[in-house]
């Protein structure tokens, strides 16, 4: 099945804000802070820059990524915000005191430069003399430190949310549109098979075309559609072969359909423009008498679409309390339309829909790029 790149993929604006964090937080913020904060007799400042250092402020750091990455989220998506306030605090309070001991004696054993020598021993030595302190933070790099990687935390889960709720969003819509087929196939494949059974019994020559026709609709049904996006062409061929069924139904009707531009190479998302035409047959006034008519259009510009379709009803009563113009239509076929629009095409697309006892209009436009 295709995929829905902007849908499925993890957003990259996290991992960027998490690069740059680690770049400017950490390896120049930090790395400035330790070599500011050496003693004078261990010659830091004059033997500035020290790269390895950018290194040291890296390893002093490493002890966040299991809470950004996994303590916290975990307490965050199981809502026990009390316990992230207070494993927060113990986290940042005591974990980099003890982190940064760690990291300064590997450092101390692994350095061969004498001046990083003595600077490593005396970190070390005053990170022991914190470590097991209730207090005694560097309250420097403990706020900074905090702020910093809260703030990661909270973009990390915001985008992950995000990202959830977009997939049920999917999956919710996936489902619609498998019991909009559904809807589909009894209520339109009945009709036709009659339709084409009087066809034959008359030995009527487009038995055959007809037959052919509905072959490729539901072909098209249960293979094209089972992809996020379809061909428009095939879209569009669905839409004709379904108007002919129905022109078949009711001869003397007038339904007026035309398509106009370029549809080659154009992807859309399958099924969008069925139930209005279905609405259309569904409430027409042709069901009742032969000067019913329906008028459509499908008119492709570029990467823009518009879709346009109008039709006379007969009468029906509108509930007192619904305002003139507002008469639902189409229900749940015409909702799940909306919905689907709305996830494939966020602010690339305009649905109008107008209803009263004697007209149905719809207009829809997308932007296809």
Request: proline share 4%; with cysteine.
């Amino acid at each position: 099945m295709e995929k829905q790149h902007r849908i499925d993929r993890k957003s990259r604006f996290p991992y960027v804000y998490e690069l740059l964090l680690w770049l400017i937080y950490v390896c120049l913020y930090k790395y400035s802070y330790y070599v500011e904060a050496a003693p004078i007799p261990h010659g830091l400042h004059v033997n500035f820059p020290y790269p390895q250092m950018i290194l040291y402020a890296i390893a002093m750091t490493l002890y966040t990524i299991p809470f950004y990455r996994w303590l916290a989220p975990m307490l965050l998506r199981k809502r026990k915000y009390g316990w992230f306030a207070l494993t927060t605090l113990l986290y940042f309070g005591f974990g980099a005191k003890w982190a940064g001991w760690l990291v300064s004696v590997i450092f101390h054993a692994l350095s061969t430069d004498p001046v990083l020598v003595k600077y490593y021993e005396y970190q070390y030595l005053n990170l022991a003399y914190r470590a097991w302190g209730i207090a005694l933070w560097d309250l420097n790099l403990l706020v900074t430190d905090l702020i910093a990687f809260l703030s990661l935390t909270f973009t990390w889960y915001a985008f992950e949310n995000e990202r959830k709720k977009h997939l049920l969003e999917k999956d919710n819509l996936v489902l619609q549109l498998e019991s909009l087929k559904a809807q589909l196939h009894p209520h339109f494949l009945f009709n036709t098979l009659n339709n084409i059974y009087g066809m034959s019994l008359t030995g009527d020559k487009q038995t055959p075309d007809f037959i052919l026709r509905l072959s490729d609709m539901m072909r098209f049904i249960l293979y094209d559609c089972q992809q996020n996006k379809v061909a428009l062409e095939k879209d569009i061929a669905f839409l004709d072969n379904y108007l002919e069924m129905e022109k078949r139904r009711y001869p003397a009707a007038d339904i007026q359909f035309t398509v106009t531009g370029e549809a080659t190479g154009k992807q859309i998302a399958p099924l969008l423009f069925i139930q209005f035409l279905e609405n259309s047959f569904k409430h027409g006034a042709h069901r009742l008498n032969d000067t019913g008519f329906i008028h459509g259009s499908l008119t492709v510009h570029d990467n823009s679409l518009t879709f346009e379709l109008r039709n006379d009803v007969f009468a029906v009563t509108t509930p007192a309390n619904m305002p003139a113009g507002q008469k639902q239509y189409g229900g749940i076929g015409i909702n799940n339309v909306r919905q689907r629009l709305a996830l494939y095409y966020p602010g690339r697309h305009t649905l109008t829909i107008h209803s009263d006892n004697t007209i149905f209009e719809v207009q829809l436009t997308l932007s296809l790029s």
